[in-house]
């Protein structure tokens, strides 16, 4: 099998390096393509990839396409890529809020799968949500799947419409983690802790909080009651948050994200 990726940003060649250790490419190198001639220099240099920098070198031989650039980018690249492509080649995009029928449209091919990614995938952390057209058979599926799980798991979704969610929760959610820990961060330095020993305190307590919930068939909310006790130094926190509605705007967040991401397919 020969796969290419389109775009060697943050997210493409995460995916390129997860996927290029895969035993489904029969050890042929993964294809990328950039137009980013200093990017072009740099991946040139991995022996496990073979880099261009003009489609008509790469995309007729591939037989699945990875479609990561950003949103604004899919109108010129859909233009320049339409005369190369043929219905037995299938379509894998990461774009955030561009469609499959907008795929099918534009380079009048059928077999399309949409996923979305989240950065965690960098560390084969991942989770990518992903659903596909009709056209494409279970056995293709499966091979997708195997190639997403290379960066982590994947979870299979009804519609589109769970895509655009999928970028509320998981796609934009290291983002919400990380804000949560810049916010404990700066205050453990208020509080007088060193910035080496503050990044131990707060990632160790994420980690291990992920990991105890991940063991085990707790809730969160059952999680919390252990650890808060009736007036308790837990307690104060929590009522604080509550107070202070941070429940709800999370969920305001997620859901701002969610907003969006049907925004972006319908903008034109």
């Given at each position: 099998?020969?796969?290419?990726?389109?775009?060697?940003?943050n997210?493409?060649?995460?995916?390129?390096?997860?996927?290029?250790?895969?035993?489904?490419?029969?050890?042929?190198?993964?294809?990328?393509?950039?137009?980013?001639?200093?990017?072009?220099a740099?991946?040139?240099?991995i022996?496990?990839?073979?880099v261009?920098?003009?489609?008509?070198?790469?995309?007729?031989?591939?037989?699945?396409?990875?479609?990561?650039?950003?949103p604004?980018?899919?109108?010129?690249l859909?233009?320049?890529?339409?005369?190369?492509?043929?219905?037995?080649?299938?379509?894998?995009?990461?774009?955030?809020?561009?469609?499959?029928?907008?795929?099918?449209?534009?380079?009048?091919?059928?077999?399309?799968?949409?996923?979305?990614?989240?950065?965690?995938?960098?560390?084969?952390?991942?989770?990518?949500?992903?659903?596909?057209s009709?056209e494409?058979?279970r056995?293709?599926?499966?091979?997708?799947?195997?190639?997403?799980?290379?960066?982590?798991?994947?979870?299979?979704?009804?519609?589109?419409?769970?895509?655009?969610?999928?970028?509320?929760?998981?796609?934009?959610?290291?983002?919400y983690?990380?804000?949560?820990?810049?916010?404990?961060?700066?205050?453990?330095?208020k509080?007088?802790?060193?910035?080496?020993?503050?990044?131990?305190?707060?990632?160790?307590?994420?980690?291990?909080?992920?990991?105890?919930?991940?063991?085990?068939?707790?809730?969160?909310?059952?999680?919390m009651?252990?650890?808060?006790s009736?007036?308790?130094?837990?307690?104060?926190?929590?009522?604080?948050?509550?107070?202070?509605?941070?429940?709800?705007?999370?969920?305001?967040?997620?859901?701002?994200?969610f907003?969006?991401?049907?925004?972006?397919?319908?903008?034109?």
């Amino acid at each position: 099998m020969r796969v290419l990726v389109i775009g060697a940003g943050n997210m493409g060649l995460t995916y390129a390096e997860g996927m290029s250790k895969s035993s489904l490419l029969n050890r042929h190198n993964l294809m990328i393509y950039d137009k980013s001639p200093e990017l072009i220099a740099s991946l040139d240099k991995i022996p496990h990839f073979d880099v261009y920098d003009k489609l008509e070198d790469c995309l007729p031989k591939a037989d699945v396409v990875f479609l990561a650039v950003k949103p604004y980018h899919c109108d010129v690249l859909f233009e320049e890529m339409k005369p190369m492509v043929n219905n037995d080649q299938i379509m894998v995009s990461i774009m955030a809020g561009v469609t499959i029928q907008k795929i099918q449209e534009n380079l009048d091919i059928r077999k399309v799968i949409r996923a979305m990614p989240n950065l965690p995938a960098q560390v084969g952390k991942g989770v990518t949500s992903f659903t596909e057209s009709k056209e494409v058979s279970r056995v293709e599926l499966l091979m997708i799947r195997n190639l997403l799980d290379t960066t982590g798991q994947s979870i299979k979704v009804e519609n589109e419409n769970f895509i655009d969610a999928s970028t509320g929760i998981s796609g934009s959610g290291p983002a919400y983690v990380f804000y949560f820990m810049q916010a404990m961060l700066e205050a453990a330095l208020k509080m007088g802790f060193s910035k080496n020993d503050s990044k131990i305190l707060v990632s160790q307590t994420f980690e291990g909080a992920v990991e105890l919930f991940n063991q085990s068939d707790l809730s969160p909310n059952s999680w919390m009651k252990r650890v808060a006790s009736k007036g308790g130094t837990t307690r104060a926190a929590l009522d604080s948050m509550e107070d202070n509605n941070v429940k709800e705007l999370i969920k305001d967040a997620a859901y701002a994200a969610f907003d969006r991401a049907v925004e972006l397919g319908k903008e034109e």
